[in-house]
């Protein structure tokens, strides 16, 4: 009777393992896919920006037709920005950081079009302008709201990967830390204005 009893419990404890197992596994799939589809959000703003920009130069292009160098600018980031491409099961720091930097580098050549068009009363006038610009205001709050989604994600994925008892689970089954959105270097100096 006791080497029974002895076989039950040996069986329960393997079945409760194997449930621990087998649910948190799921649980940690699932927070994967959860990092994964945030990270597609971010990739569909980031598109959305980028398929905004060839309207934008074409508008400024009719009206400030000395501004070539400016308009190149922003034509060559976005080009580059959309030939950085990450995956999001193959997020790390420094793949991160070189996509942040590309979009970083089309947002800058964007601040500096926008600039450019303060010069041409006409084309600060322009309904289509205006539109864009409302549209491109607009794109880049959503770019934000998809960063933030994607890091709290991110962050709870990687709490749930590096807490016990879990943790022992992450390893064994591969699952790895992602990396997050940082502010830009230089961010946290506020710009100059001056009158």
Same mark, same amino acid.
């Given at each position: 009777?006791?080497?029974?009893?002895?076989?039950?419990?040996?069986?329960?404890?393997?079945?409760?393992?194997?449930?621990?197992?087998?649910?948190?596994?799921?649980?940690?799939?699932?927070?994967?896919? %959860?990092?994964?589809?945030?990270?597609?959000?971010?990739?569909?703003?980031?598109?959305?920006?980028?398929?905004?920009? !060839?309207?934008?130069?074409?508008?400024?292009?009719?009206?400030?037709?000395?501004? $070539?160098?400016?308009?190149?600018?922003?034509?060559? &980031?976005?080009?580059?920005?959309?030939?950085?491409?990450?995956?999001?099961?193959?997020?790390? !720091?420094?793949?991160?950081? $070189?996509?942040?930097?590309?979009?970083?580098?089309?947002?800058?050549?964007?601040?500096?079009?926008?600039?450019? &068009?303060?010069?041409?009363? %006409?084309?600060?006038?322009?309904?289509?302008?205006?539109?864009? $610009?409302?549209?491109?205001?607009?794109?880049?709050?959503?770019?934000?709201?998809?960063?933030?989604?994607?890091?709290?994600?991110?962050?709870?994925?990687?709490?749930?990967?590096?807490?016990? !008892?879990?943790?022992?689970? &992450?390893?064994?089954?591969?699952?790895?830390?992602? &990396?997050?959105?940082?502010?830009?270097?230089?961010?946290?100096?506020?710009?100059?204005?001056?009158?």
């Amino acid at each position: 009777m006791k080497k029974h009893l002895g076989w039950i419990v040996a069986g329960a404890v393997v079945v409760v393992l194997l449930l621990w197992c087998v649910t948190g596994y799921n649980g940690l799939v699932s927070m994967d896919e %959860q990092v994964s589809g945030k990270w597609a959000n971010v990739e569909t703003q980031y598109q959305r920006r980028a398929d905004l920009i !060839p309207n934008l130069v074409n508008t400024v292009k009719g009206y400030a037709t000395h501004e $070539q160098t400016t308009l190149q600018q922003v034509v060559e &980031a976005r080009s580059k920005a959309t030939q950085v491409t990450l995956d999001a099961t193959d997020i790390t !720091p420094e793949k991160l950081a $070189q996509y942040q930097k590309a979009q970083g580098d089309v947002s800058a050549a964007l601040g500096r079009l926008l600039m450019v &068009a303060e010069n041409y009363p %006409q084309l600060k006038a322009n309904q289509n302008f205006l539109e864009l $610009q409302s549209q491109l205001e607009g794109t880049e709050n959503r770019i934000g709201v998809a960063r933030k989604d994607f890091n709290d994600a991110a962050k709870a994925y990687n709490v749930a990967i590096r807490r016990f !008892p879990k943790n022992i689970l &992450a390893g064994l089954f591969g699952f790895e830390k992602k &990396a997050y959105f940082e502010a830009a270097e230089g961010a946290e100096k506020a710009p100059e204005v001056k009158f």
